[in-house]
């Protein structure tokens, strides 16, 4: 289901089955249809505007780091209770935001099984992924909610901003609630699509009726293999939730909702479902409210300014005009733009998504054959997982209780070993083949010189995350938001 913006008439895809079946109809053409299509129309807005509010927090939030840093460098005084402020604003913009992210298909998840099956039999395991979904997130959000509400009985307020506890576990459950109705919708919106194709005849039923069996013996798999085993080990039943849970993924269910539903459903096999639904209910917000998460849309925020300011253009204009005149040296420019964009975003996708949109069409000018093209994007784009500040040392660092500072003193020489690896081994292709990547045309020291110097931001924004980390002046998350 995509919803379009917000002054366009609402639409709703129905999932397009395989080739040589009938066309799928537009919603509404049936009961499926019509339930979806009225599903969209009602939570679009509300999950819209939510998702506004979750990026203005964003916003408030790096400004309110900025605020306090600035208070305690210069005045030596911080402001009190920014930690607990920090992450009780990270619950607000991850729940408001959560719902809106499924509307708009963004959630991640791995098409690499899923792309070659048919429409048809991917929507079916969709219809059934949207049923578990709806299950696992509407009980968080009723576990939520009843969490408030005796949050609310407690009177339960925090140390420092005194802020109640229950509005907090209030927006848990409005956040994980909007995303359960969310799927619903979306799996009428998959049975809407099964409906035309089958036009209404029995083996519509029969596939309805196969949905529910799946869905179920999903849900209550962990009971039914207890009566089953009752005696089965503990790392045998570990062993067969992992396969489980990498058997979904590959099949599309979202990688965050794969590893919730398979850890619910082993913990009913071995603490029983009383227990697993009362850890459920304590780690829908305790996972969240960590005040060091806060670096992610930190360093997220950093990324999407920097895309819409033109750096990733100008990094690889800069590239070009130093490596365009080697065999395949826009493709080696392109490597090197990936490096310089992973040193001021920490993100891959963002990475090879920003790059790519300014090289590709650039290499195809120069016909570039296609593989090294698209090679040399992805290639480059996966620096940003390792050259600082990457958001996977931040999260590794997080969980495993390590220094993020020093971990991205560690990514710095590794990432450049590696991004000099990718370029020397592109170079070295264009050379036995110069078909691959032909020489581009040369340009004057001058144009050279102002190229380099247009990427100064980049180096100045480099220099000031890694040095304030590294001198003790910032913690990462301070680095993040200034």
């Given at each position: 289901?995509?919803p ?25 053409d ?6 979806a ?6 939570l679009?807005p ?11 927090l ?13 208070s305690?460098l210069?005045?030596s005084?911080?402001l ?18 959560i719902?809106?992210?499924m ?8 098409d690499?099984v ?25 009980a ?21 901003i ?62 039914a ?40 459903t ?7 479902s ?5 850890v459920t ?11 060091f ?36 040296g826009?493709?080696v420019?392109?490597?090197a733009?990936?490096?310089g ?37 992805a ?10 500040p ?5 999260v ?17 020489i590794?990432?450049i ?42 180096g ?9 980390i ?5 913690t990462?998350?301070?680095a993040?938001?200034?």
């Amino acid at each position: 289901m995509t919803p379009q913006d917000s002054d366009a008439e609402i639409e709703i895809d129905i999932p397009q089955l395989e080739s040589g079946g009938p066309p799928a109809a537009e919603a509404g053409d049936d009961a499926f249809g019509a339930i979806a299509r009225g599903i969209h129309g009602i939570l679009d807005p509300v999950c819209r505007y939510l998702c506004y509010a979750a990026a203005v927090l964003t916003l408030l939030m790096s400004i309110a780091m900025v605020v306090d840093l600035v208070s305690r460098l210069a005045f030596s005084n911080p402001l009190s209770g920014m930690i607990e402020l920090q992450t009780f604003m990270l619950v607000f913009m991850a729940f408001f935001s959560i719902a809106y992210t499924m509307l708009k298909n963004q959630h991640v998840s791995v098409d690499l099984v899923t792309s070659m099956m048919s429409a048809r039999t991917n929507s079916t395991l969709q219809s059934v992924f949207s049923i578990w979904g709806a299950f696992l997130f509407g009980a968080m959000g009723w576990l939520s909610a009843s969490r408030s509400f005796e949050a609310f009985q407690r009177e339960e307020i925090s140390d420092i901003i005194r802020m109640p506890y229950w509005v907090l576990y209030a927006v848990v459950a409005a956040g994980t609630l909007l995303l359960a109705l969310t799927l619903v919708g979306l799996l009428f919106s998959h049975l809407s699509g099964l409906f035309q194709h089958f036009r209404g005849h029995a083996k519509f039923w029969t596939t309805l009726v196969a949905i529910v069996v799946l869905a179920v013996a999903g849900m209550f798999s962990g009971l039914a293999l207890k009566a089953i085993a009752p005696d089965l080990s503990s790392p045998a039943v570990g062993i067969l939730y992992t396969v489980f849970l990498m058997v979904i993924l590959l099949l599309g269910f979202p990688v965050g909702f794969s590893m919730a539903f398979a850890g619910l459903t082993g913990l009913t096999f071995l603490i029983g479902s009383d227990v697993a639904f009362n850890v459920t209910k304590i780690n829908t917000y305790d996972s969240v409210a960590v005040y060091f998460f806060c670096v992610i849309p930190f360093f997220l925020l950093m990324g999407f300014l920097i895309l819409h300011a033109g750096i990733g253009a100008k990094l690889y204009n800069a590239g070009i005009k130093v490596f365009g005149r080697l065999p395949g040296g826009l493709a080696v420019g392109t490597v090197a733009g990936c490096g310089g964009f992973a040193a001021i975003c920490g993100e891959s996708v963002a990475s090879a998504a920003t790059m790519g949109s300014v090289s590709i069409p650039e290499m195809k000018k120069y016909d570039y054959d296609d593989s090294l093209a698209t090679g040399a994007v992805a290639a480059g784009g996966t620096l940003g997982i390792l050259i600082p500040p990457s958001i996977g040392f931040v999260v590794y660092g997080i969980i495993t209780e390590q220094s993020i500072g020093k971990m991205f003193m560690a990514g710095i020489i590794p990432g450049i070993i590696l991004t000099l690896g990718f370029a020397f081994a592109t170079y070295i292709q264009c050379v036995i083949n110069p078909k691959l990547g032909p020489r581009s045309e040369k340009f004057p020291a001058h144009e050279i010189a102002r190229s380099i110097f247009d990427i100064w931001p980049v180096g100045a924004l480099f220099a000031a995350v890694i040095g304030g980390i590294y001198s003790g002046i910032l913690t990462p998350t301070e680095a993040g938001g200034v």
